[in-house]
């Protein structure tokens, strides 16, 4: 589980720092993004293999009504992903979708992989995005005005999510477990 953790805090490290140190951050100009970048892949990465490796204790098993629960929270995820990027009307509501879509995943996973590495894994990004969402709501201030959004954004943002559900469903049921139990 050394990995995952490895993974977990070189994640957030990459993630965090324009927000904790903006002039160490500004420093790097372009070559900044990069960093970032390669940071975040090569966490992907550690957290990828730790996490295939991982033993730990089961605190409990998935069930079917679990599963049920986790594709809907997964469908709600993918939404607020997509709607993100489309502004729809659920960014009235919810100032950080992207970050939002993140903490549903983790509890989604959480929730129908009950063993310790995944509780570690999913929660540490779950917590990371919580983190994320407070220093920018802190840097940021007062959230501006809400707009009225098109239904074109409402509709593409559906088909996007189902899209997007099925294939990563497709490629779940080909690499890990699948999704449907």
Known sequence: MTLIILGLVLWTCVHVWKRVVPDHRAGFGAHGAGIVAA??????????IGYRGAEGVVLWDRTSGLTGINNLLMLFA???FAA???????????????????IVWSGAHVLVNGDTPSVLLFGGMALWAALEIVL????QGARTPYHAVPIKKEVTAIIATIVVFIVVALIHMVVGPSPFG
């Open 136 to 139: 920018i709501n802190g840097i």
């Open 39 to 48: 940071g975040a892949v090569i966490a992907i990465i550690l957290m990828a």
């Open 84 to 102: 993100s990027g489309a502004k729809t009307a659920i960014t009235k509501f919810i100032r950080h979708p992207q970050l939002t879509a993140v």
């Open 78 to 80: 993918f939404y607020l």
